[in-house]
Structure formats: C-alpha cells, structure tokens
C-alpha cells in the first residue's frame, strides 16, 4: 500500500523491471515503510477505521469533484497515464503497426489496439487482422486523440470479414473450443469499434456461436465442491459425526485432485465433464475459494479446537493466512484416504484455474467442447471490494498468462443467485477481450421464473418433477445446472445425519422426530406451533418450513427417483448435473443420463477415432451408416435402447450395434 501511494505522489522510481515490462521498486527502506503503515492498519480498531474510511470517501468525492477529471473518466481517459504504462500499452498492438501514444489516453484506442496485437496472432482471423492493421493505419493518420467515438465506417469491411469468420465457424463440426474463443473476440471487436455499441449482425452471430459451444451430446456430470459437501448442504451445517466430514475437505486441493482424477478422458470417456467451486473475496481483495465465509466451521473437530477463532471470516483475513491455513490436522481422523493435511489449506481461484487447465485440455481434445469450471461468487468485502469485478479480472489474467492455451479448452461460468449482478457479468464479456467464451448463469428458485436477458443458463435444485416438467420451464430455452440432493444414501447406502440448522434445540429435536412423518410440511408447522409457542413465535414460518422440506428430501430416495425418471427424458445437450460423489459418476451417468447419452458418446468417439481412410471405400460407406445412427440416437422423438445393457462399456456398445448394423 506504501509503494502504491507513494509511486502515485511520484516519490517512487522503478530500480527492476518483472517479465511484462512491469516495472517495480526493490528498495528496502521502502519495504520497511510498507511494513510500518500495514502494521498500523491491522492494528487499527472499528472506529479508527470508520473514520479512515470516512476520509477517503471525503477524498474520492473532492477528486471527483474537478470537472475535468470527471469528464476524463467519463470519456474512458486515463488522466495523466504513466510513460511505463503507456509503454506496456503500445507493446500489446501490433508489433510493426501500434496504435499511437497519444491516442491511448482514451480506454477506447487502447482496447482497439490490444485486439489488434491478439488477432493478428491468430492464423484463421488474418483477413480480419490485415482490415483491422489498415484501420489503425489510418486512426493514427486521422483520429483526435481528445475524443472517442469509435471507427466509423473503416469499420464496415472488418465487420463483414468478421460475419464471414462467424458465419464458418458456426458451421464447423466439430468446433474445437480454441477457434471459438478466438471467434469470440470478434463480439468484443465491435462492442469497441462501435463505440461501446453492438451491431445487430455480430451480435446475433456471437449468440449462435456461445450456444453451438455450449451445447453437448450428453448430459455433463459436474463435481460439486470438488468431491461434495463437507461442511454445510442446503444452508445447514453437516454435523462433526457424519461421514461426508470424513471425505476431501470441500474446495480445496486434495478434493479437486480427487475430482479431477474421474474426468473423462479417452480411457475413461464416462468421466466428469467439470467442476464446481465457490468465491469469497479475503481481506486484500483474493478470490478464495470457499463455500461459507466463517471459517472454523469448516474445520475438523479437532483443528478448530485448536483454532480458537471462532468468529473469523475469509473477508477479515488476509489471502497469505489463508492459503497456509489447513482445515484438518496432520494427525486428524477425520483425513480422508490419501489427503494430507497441507493439501487442506484454502486455495485462491487462481490456483484452482491453473490446476485444472491440463485436464481441460484433453477433455477438449477428446469431445471437441471446453471443460466446465463453474465459479459461484458468494460474497466480498463490500464498499471496499466489488466481487465480480475481481472474479472476471483473475479469469482474463488466466486467460492470458502462461496456460492461455489451455485456458481456452475451459468453459468457464460464473454465477450467483443476484440478478442484479447480470448486467455486470455482462459487460465483462463484452468489454474484456479474454471473456467473450464467460458463460452467465444464474441461480433460479423455480424454472418459470421470469427471464432475465442475456443469462445463458440457470441453476435450479432438482427436488421434484416441476423443475423440469412444468409448462413453460426454463429448461426449454436453456441450459440447466441442477443440484441434486439425496445422493449419499442411494450410492453409499447410508443414509445422512440430521443437519444443524442454528435455529434453537426445540426445532431441530421437532425435525428429527418428524422427519419421516406423513404430514404436509404446512401441519407440521402448526403442530410446532402448538408444542413450542414460543421457539415458533421467536422465528418466521420459512425458519422452519425450509429445514424440514430440506431434511425430508435428503432421508428419502423418492425425490432421487423421481428426477431418474425425469432427467431421463431432458435435453441431455443443455442439462448439467452437480454430483457430491464424482467417484460414483458412471453409475449417477448410467441411472440419471438421458436415454441415449451413453450410447451417442460412443458412437461419437468411435467415428473421431477410427481410421475410416484406411479402407476408403468400405470406410465412408461404415462411417456413413453409423452416423446415420448417431442422427437416430439422439432424436428424442424416435430413439429405442436398441437392446443395448443399461451399464456396457463403451467396446461393448460398440459391439452390439456394430452387429446390428451388419445385420
């Protein structure tokens, strides 16, 4: 913080330059004057820090307040852009052919040239580059570098070069991800050359082109959590005695280690098609990833007696404490087989995002879509920190760092339960240049919920047949991320502990009697009301309605049932399916997956992979007729088992129908 503000009053000068021609300062004394002014700041009590925080607001108003710098900020200027940093913004155009000094000063020109540089590196984009390089060409010769209001019409060749682009990438099957991220620069193209604006032929094309991505030949089978919940389900807290305390601690190392290891892959093409995790922001702005903001909670018994915190949250620590903080000790019953104590400790999103990016590669290169990595943003440290802001800033950093090959093979969603928030996701994907591919989800409490425009997918929790039956569901017109409950009794065989719902010992003894019960949740209620008037008048009808719907489901199988029977006959290309046990995803694929899914995968990879040209005549007329049941397989209206078991292998599925084909 000291370096910062003192670079800011220009007291700093750079004595090293980092990879990126960052330039920094390596002074010592400095150092030890960033030490002194963060020890004061942790040391600062709640008042000392209400009236800080009352005297910068003071400062961003009176700044705010110079009409000239609030016109800048207006116009997208960068008032008083340092040398170095307009250095590091040349270097990212072109190399022969940058946009000019003076005219990035304007957000606008420095979005233009940064696309320019990154286009111009991509092979099948080259028209639209050398369009583009004779633009910028002619920007330098005629732009005012005092205003931006796009290009103009030096826009209309580029942007029917990029309706061509479009247009063939659509039509390629299969679309690797790679060439449709890099397409997907060409939305974020015209959202700037239009002058922060959208023309109807990109924007339509780009829309077609997000949903040929998104779009599968199955149901994807999505690891919750990495390997499930460890700590709370549905809001309630999982008791210290239950044996899902016992598995990978939730969101950390040792559960996505373990989740990745079921991934599909070409030996194992039943696998996951993604994973799952969830964002609070630390204290110094960190994405950090965690399900729950306290912390303790999520700790082992035995470590958070030792911990003896038991209010801390992950927005009032710092990321370095957490990322060394282990959730279970090294001598800890409750370590699952093979997980270490160190591989506990709470990860950044960053990290997770590098983790999984060699897996996502051969994923992608096995089914021809991106590796799922969905991030559901739970909170920050509002007023100081804005959560999506940050979530989508370390997602385009990953995007363009060392894995951005790799980054591209990853479908990557971010979501939350706030509608209002869809707007800014929004906008991200159309301003960053590395996040056209974002997916927005939304989490939905009912599938006729209103729609809301631009989100690409909603989550819902699949408790009965509404949520995919009913007239007008969501899941006709999208895609579908549902969270399945009930899952530990039917593929472990032991049925789940009562949850800790923190709502007074008179409503979770009730639950617990009751959970079985045949009454209608609403009697129940009143039969609570009756035997703790004053619990029941302490708390709102909800309180305790949600707890016992929520314990009914999870102690019986029927509600599991009923989703087999109705997942069985959903869109398998726009469904997604959370799972807590990843180890069990071939039988949760083989009982939950739409009919036809296992089969259509296996004629998919048999028609990738086989060598069709070593017999060319014999090979096309083959390739022709299992294609031809590929088409059958995956019509809804018309598809039949054809006596295939419900749990053969790939080879076998191939096998029987190979047979049939030939007869």
């Known amino acids: 913080m000291a370096r910062g503000a003192a670079k800011a009053r220009g007291g700093v000068k750079a004595t090293m330059q980092m990879k990126g021609k960052v330039h920094i300062n390596d002074d010592?004394?400095?150092?030890?004057?960033?030490?002194?002014?963060?020890?004061?700041?942790?040391?600062?009590?709640?008042?000392?820090?209400?009236?800080?925080?009352?005297?910068?607001?003071?400062?961003?108003?009176?700044?705010?307040?110079?009409?000239?710098?609030?016109?800048?900020?207006?116009?997208?200027?960068?008032?008083?852009?340092?040398?170095?940093?307009?250095?590091?913004?040349?270097?990212?155009?072109?190399?022969?052919?940058?946009?000019?000094?003076?005219?990035?000063?304007?957000k606008g020109f420095r979005k233009l040239n940064r696309i320019c540089g990154q286009i111009n590196?991509?092979?099948?984009?080259?028209?639209?580059?050398?369009?583009?390089?004779?633009?910028?060409?002619?920007?330098?010769?005629?732009?005012?570098?005092?205003?931006?209001?796009?290009?103009?019409?030096k826009y209309d060749p580029i942007k029917a070069a990029s309706v061509t682009r479009l247009d063939a990438a659509i039509a390629l099957d299969p679309l690797p991800p790679k060439i449709g991220d890099e397409c997907l620069l060409l939305g974020t193209l015209d959202y700037w050359a239009t002058n922060c604006s959208q023309s109807d032929e990109i924007k339509k094309r780009i829309e077609a082109l997000r949903l040929k991505m998104q779009k599968r030949a199955r149901?994807?089978?999505?690891?919750?959590?990495?390997?499930?919940?460890?700590?709370?389900?549905?809001?309630?807290?999982?008791?210290?005695?239950?044996?899902?305390?016992?598995?990978?601690?939730?969101?950390?190392?040792?559960?996505?280690?373990?989740?990745?290891?079921h991934a599909s892959t070409p030996t194992n093409p039943?696998?996951?098609?993604?994973?799952?995790?969830?964002?609070?922001?630390?204290?110094?702005?960190?994405?950090?990833?965690?399900?729950?903001?306290?912390?303790?909670?999520?700790?082992?018994?035995?470590?958070?007696?030792?911990?003896?915190?038991?209010?801390?949250?992950?927005?009032?620590?710092?990321s370095d404490v957490l990322m060394g903080l282990a959730r279970k000790a090294a001598d800890d019953l409750s370590l699952a087989p093979k997980e270490l104590s160190e591989h506990t400790v709470f990860m950044s999103l960053r990290q997770l995002l590098d983790m999984t990016a060699p897996v996502a590669t051969v994923y992608a290169a096995q089914h021809h879509k991106g590796f799922r990595f969905e991030i559901e943003m739970k909170g920050g440290d509002e007023g100081v920190h804005n959560i999506v802001d940050i979530t989508a800033k370390t997602v385009s950093k990953f995007k363009k760092g060392d894995l951005a090959l790799q980054a591209a093979d990853m479908e990557i969603v971010m979501f939350n339960g706030d509608s209002g928030q869809v707007a800014a996701h929004l906008r991200k994907r159309m301003t960053k240049t590395k996040l056209g591919g974002l997916v927005v989800g939304l989490g939905a409490p009912h599938p006729t919920a209103a729609k809301v425009a631009g989100v690409d997918e909603y989550r819902m929790s699949l408790s009965d047949s509404k949520q995919i039956k009913a007239p007008g569901a969501l899941t006709d017109n999208y895609l579908s991320t549902y969270v399945l409950g009930g899952e530990q009794h039917i593929l472990t065989g032991v049925a789940p502990t009562l949850l800790e719902w923190g709502k007074g010992p008179e409503l979770q003894s009730f639950v617990a009697a009751n959970v079985g019960a045949a009454q209608s949740v609403n009697k129940l209620w009143a039969a609570f009301q009756r035997a703790h008037p004053v619990a029941a008048k302490?708390?709102?009808?909800?309180?305790?309605?949600?707890?016992?719907?929520?314990?009914?489901?999870?102690?019986?199988?029927a509600g599991y049932r009923t989703a087999q029977g109705q997942l069985h006959v959903a869109d398998g290309t726009r469904t997604h399916l959370l799972t807590d046990y990843p180890e069990h995803v071939h039988t949760t694929r083989g009982e939950l997956g739409p009919e036809g899914d296992r089969i259509a995968t296996a004629i998919q990879h048999l028609l990738m992979n086989h060598d069709w040209a070593a017999n060319p005549t014999k090979g096309n007329?083959?390739?022709?007729?299992?294609?031809?049941?590929?088409?059958?397989?995956?019509?809804?209206?018309?598809?039949?088992?054809r006596g295939v078991r419900l749990n053969a292998t790939p080879l076998e599925i191939i096998t029987d129908l190979g047979a049939q084909i030939r007869a």
Not at 36 to 50: G, S
Not at 279 to 294: A, E, M
Not at 540 to 554: I, L
Request: a negative charge; glycine letters at 6%.
């Open 28 to 106: 010592v004394g400095l150092g030890k004057e960033a030490d002194v002014m963060r020890t004061k700041a942790l040391n600062m009590n709640n008042e000392d820090l209400v009236v800080q925080g009352a005297f910068f607001n003071q400062l961003s108003r009176a700044i705010l307040s110079n009409q000239a710098i609030r016109q800048l900020v207006k116009e997208g200027k960068t008032p008083g852009i340092s040398v170095d940093k307009k250095a590091v913004k040349t270097a990212e155009g072109h190399a022969d052919n940058p946009v000019k000094d003076e005219l990035l000063e304007h």
């Open 121 to 153: 590196v991509i092979p099948h984009l080259e028209t639209v580059a050398a369009l583009l390089n004779a633009a910028i060409v002619n920007i330098n010769l005629e732009a005012n570098p005092a205003n931006y209001a796009g290009i103009g019409d």
């Open 219 to 261: 149901m994807s089978i999505i690891a919750h959590r990495g390997m499930g919940a460890t700590n709370k389900s549905f809001g309630g807290l999982i008791p210290d005695t239950d044996p899902a305390r016992g598995r990978p601690t939730e969101n950390s190392r040792a559960a996505f280690a373990s989740a990745l290891s």
């Open 621 to 641: 007329k083959n390739k022709a007729a299992w294609t031809a049941l590929l088409a059958t397989v995956q019509s809804r209206d018309t598809f039949s088992d």
């Open 538 to 557: 302490a708390m709102d009808k909800r309180d305790f309605t949600y707890p016992m719907e929520v314990e009914k489901k999870r102690a019986d199988t």
């Open 270 to 318: 039943w696998g996951l098609d993604g994973i799952e995790c969830d964002v609070f922001l630390s204290q110094d702005g960190v994405p950090i990833v965690s399900h729950d903001r306290n912390i303790s909670e999520q700790m082992s018994e035995v470590k958070r007696a030792a911990y003896a915190n038991a209010d801390a949250t992950i927005g009032a620590t710092n």
